[in-house]
């Protein structure tokens, strides 16, 4: 089932996201549902918080850019992220044009560190320890980003903030053009 996504200014994009037991009910459905939102609304990552759940778990699939030659791994980068620890980044930051389906129609670049390791539980609830550079890296941080309550547009200069500040306050209402369905926290 497509779920509603979360956009800026709900109260649930802010908080430090709880850790998912293992008997948590309907975690299948959960998975599930994740996926077939992120590919409805043509994204890449989606965590919790995203749909409402403040739970740690993100699903990634950069399947959609598996056409970029330089990073053919892309193609078949296809997860689910439960509990996971972010236990390292390093090497040199760089600039990635982010977006995120919580931010419907922003995009700017943004500075993180080229590598991560990374330990997580899978749908199997199978402990893993991995690292990854490149854009699989800069996706996992975005998505990691979710589950302490953080936005990209954290990470922006504040002038940039600044020119977005009218563009926030209108998702924040609903009031952004978008295809998939939203849920927003303030009156038009
Ligand atoms: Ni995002």
Redesign the pocket.
């Known amino acids: 089932m497509v779920l509603p996504v979360y956009v800026y200014g709900m109260s649930v994009l802010r908080k430090i996201a709880q850790e998912i037991p293992e008997d948590y009910e309907e975690l299948d459905q959960l998975i599930e549902d994740m996926f077939e939102t992120m590919h409805f609304s043509d994204g890449v990552?989606l965590a919790g918080p995203?749909v409402g759940k403040s739970q740690r778990i993100f699903v990634v699939d950069t399947t959609p850019m598996g056409n970029n030659l330089e990073e053919p791994e892309l193609k078949d980068f296809r997860k689910v992220f439960l509990n996971p620890i972010i236990l390292e980044e390093w090497g040199d930051s760089w600039a990635f044009e982010e977006g995120?389906?919580?931010l419907p129609n922003i995009r700017e670049d943004v500075m993180r560190p080229s590598h991560v390791r990374i330990e997580y539980y899978d749908e199997n609830w199978s402990l893993k320890e991995e690292v990854y550079d490149g854009t699989r890296a800069r996706v996992i941080q975005?998505e990691y980003d979710?589950l302490e309550g953080k936005l990209f547009v954290d990470k922006v200069s504040p002038i940039r903030r600044k020119l977005l500040a009218a563009r926030l306050n209108a998702i924040s209402r609903g009031r952004v053009d978008c295809d998939y369905r939203i849920v927003y926290s303030k009156k038009a």
Do not use: A, D, M, V
């Open positions: 990552g995203q995120c389906l919580s975005h979710h």
